[in-house]
């Protein structure tokens, strides 16, 4: 948690966050991932001042095992003075106690932040999907918590001006924003308009910018004029590019691969001109000019 401090910016963990979005999709199915269609409405994560702070915690920690399907686990919250914004102890369940930052005593609107990344430990835990490394499960985490509709309110905490700032979680303000964008554009759902931080707004399109890169890319025939020529000459002397890379098809031939923009799963096709290519992941349809 970052709590009046620097916040870092910019996309220094996306490959780690592409990778995430792999593995979610690897160890969950695409079915599975489609029931997640519908993110936590702001409405049942409100937290009001004069709402009690522990059964208000509580009946939030409910909504969001309620979201992520966790029917027979139940959730003891408390508060503590601590560094990071909160903790869980990950054991067989069915109860688990989640520690809260004392902060949150007096900043109740951001509980649900705190508590999603928090309930989404539990949910990887019983998936048995880690990454090595403190810092890469952090991660995941966060990516597994808003591509899965709750990290709306991660990015929402986030919070800076000349005076002060508030972030929570491991990813970068728009690092949130783009994986918030990659849900937006497999569910058509518009997460902006829940964002009562503008600072969390601005994240929000600059990641949807760099999402969108991500669908124009060679060999995709949505790449620009610049692309396309590159691609070309890169195709003729067999050099990889920064997305894509040739190999032999074992006939006298090339396959080129490159990952699916929607999942990051790598993708290898024929290069022949035009192709319809199917992820086997996440089934989106790619146009190709291979």
């Known amino acids: 948690m970052s709590n009046d401090g620097p916040v870092e910016h910019g996309y220094p ?39 009690d702070l522990y059964l208000g915690a509580q009946r939030v ?40 930052n004392d902060r949150f005593r007096t900043h109740r609107r951001d509980i649900g932040a705190a508590l999603a990344h928090e309930v989404m430990h539990v949910y990887l835990h019983r998936l048995d999907l880690s990454f090595p490394g403190v810092r890469d499960n952090e991660i995941l985490t966060d990516t597994a918590t808003t591509y899965l ?32 964008a990659k849900r937006s554009l497999v569910f058509g759902e518009d997460p902006s308009v829940w964002f009562t931080s503008p600072q969390a707004y601005k994240a929000y399109v600059k990641g949807m910018a760099r999402a969108r890169e ?29 997305r894509y890379s040739f190999a032999s098809d074992g006939g006298g031939g090339l396959r080129v691969s490159f990952p699916c923009p929607t999942c990051h799963q790598r993708i290898r096709v024929p290069v022949r001109g035009r192709v319809r290519a199917r992820c086997g992941l996440c089934r989106t349809v790619l146009e190709c000019d291979t």
């Not at 999709?25 to 409100?46: C, E, G, I, M, N």
């Not at 709750?150 to 800076?160: I, K, M, N, T, V």
């Not at 990813?171 to 918030?180: K, R, W």
């Not at 790449?223 to 000459?233: E, I, K, P, Q």
Request: with cysteine; net charge negative.
């Open 13 to 51: 963990h996306l490959e780690t966050v592409r990778a995430s979005i792999t593995a979610l999709y690897k160890r969950l199915s695409y079915d599975t991932v489609q029931t997640f269609a519908t993110s936590v409405a702001p409405v049942d994560v409100a937290f009001c001042d004069t709402d």
């Open 61 to 100: 920690a409910r909504e969001l095992v309620r979201h992520y399907r966790l029917p027979d686990a139940r959730f003891v919250v408390s508060f503590r003075e601590m560094t990071h914004a909160a903790n869980v102890e990950l054991t067989a369940g069915p109860e688990y106690f989640v520690e809260l």
């Open 149 to 180: 509709g709750a990290g709306w309110l991660l990015l929402d905490a986030y919070r800076e001006d000349a005076a002060s700032s508030q972030k929570l979680g491991y990813l970068t303000p728009e690092e949130f924003g783009y994986v918030l």
């Open 214 to 242: 991500d669908e124009q890319q060679p060999p995709l025939t949505a790449a620009g004029w610049a692309g396309r020529r590159r691609y070309a000459r890169d195709r003729r002397q067999h050099v990889a590019g920064a």
